[in-house]
């Protein structure tokens, strides 16, 4: 039963937001507060303005009143920055957004920072020949969060949302949605859009894993991976029970061969139970 109620709530969710999901909703958000920041902003540079001329003709330092609406200016100024950031935001191209953003920091090229993994690079996500798809794991949130960028708009430099198991690999992928990978005044939009719009992304999970099985190709974002499976040396993973399970319903992470553990907090635990099964070669552990 409350399993029933738990999708119905999902899917009235998912359906209100619009298929652009979370990043334009936070968007319009964030221009209405910053517009309203303006106008506050506006209303202090007059009242100080009028205060500070009366106080300078009244022998007020000059300097300090200099200051003090130097700084009001300052706030100003980044409102209007902000704004014009996120005006530029790209959403019919989530992946050129990103890009664009994550290559100032990180350069044009995606490092291999896991020992034992392989990113994608410039191919495709593809199945090699005798390679078959095993399941899914959608949507996931990685743990580990790394960002940069200016004032309103900045990026995340982890956004694989779907773990794809193979009977060779285990992949870590991107399935887009406007504004993915981006922080949008300070929230991150895969993070909202795993959980608000769960449905899509398992639905696009689903459509992906059609076209690996046909033989097609998935375009993917910089920073996706893939481990083969020989190199997994241990998998631990939790199930949450309780109010919190519409937020998250439990975690995985793995342990690649001679290096560090890759966590993610589980929307959905649907294909959990088969990644466990398939994996029987590899050390478990339940948290």
Known sequence: MKSSITKEISSFVDNAIGEQGMAPVSAGLTRIKNYVGILITLVILVIEAVFFTYAVMHGFPFYIAIVFMGFTFLLLALFLYS????????????????????????GKKAVTEVMGTNLFGDSPVKLDA????????TPVY???????????VSAEKYTENTII??????????LALPGQGLLINGGSQDMWNDILKRNTIKEMASRAMETLKSGGTLDHFP????????????VRYVKVVGPMKFASAG?????IMNSKKLRYSLV?????EVLINELHAVKKHVV
Do not use: C, H
């Not at 005798?130 to 794991?137: H, N, T």
């Not at 990685?142 to 309103?152: A, H, N």
């Open 268 to 272: 959905d635990l649907d294909g959990l």
């Open 223 to 234: 920073n996706d991976y893939w481990a083969s499976r020989e190199m997994l040396e241990e």
């Open 130 to 137: 005798g390679e078959l798809v095993v399941a899914s794991l």
């Open 142 to 152: 990685r743990f580990q969060m790394e960002f940069t960028g200016p004032s309103g």
């Open 83 to 106: 704004n014009r950031r996120i005006r530029k935001i790209n959403f019919s191209n989530p992946k050129e957004e990103y890009s664009s953003d994550l290559q100032k920091v990180y």
């Open 251 to 255: 975690a995985v992470g793995f342990k």
């Open 165 to 174: 198991i193979t009977n060779r690999r285990v992949m870590f992928i991107t």
